[in-house]
């Protein structure tokens, strides 16, 4: 079966930026919609960004303008890029394929000074 690796996570002042990536083991499936969640402590998980097979993407309002997900067809990977990072972005991401239900293992972010 499919499995997503992540990796990139980690330690960053206000106002950093931080990568994400995503390694999808069979590759046909970074043409399907893929997407990025996060989860902080204490809440829900939520819908960060996610992009299509057409690559239009979506983003929650909290992160437009300042992260993009991506896909990269030669590393076989799904990236999320987030700039201008605030303490308010702290949370495990996790890398998600909606179609059946496959989740990476979760990559910790922490943004403070």
């Known amino acids: 079966q499919v499995q997503l690796v992540e990796s990139g996570g980690g330690l960053v002042q206000p106002g950093g930026s931080l990568r994400l990536s995503c390694k999808v083991s069979?590759?046909?499936?970074?043409?399907?919609?893929m997407a990025w969640y996060r989860q902080a402590p204490g809440k829900q998980r939520e819908l960060v960004a996610a992009i299509r097979p057409n690559s239009i993407t979506e983003y929650a309002d909290s992160v437009k303008g300042r992260f993009a997900i991506s896909r990269d067809n030669a590393l076989a990977t799904i990236d999320l890029q987030m700039n201008d990072l605030k303490p308010e972005d702290t949370a495990v991401y996790f890398c998600n394929l909606p179609r059946i239900g496959a989740w990476g293992q979760g990559a910790q972010v922490t943004v403070s000074s």
């Open positions: 069979q590759r046909a499936w970074i043409m399907d919609t």
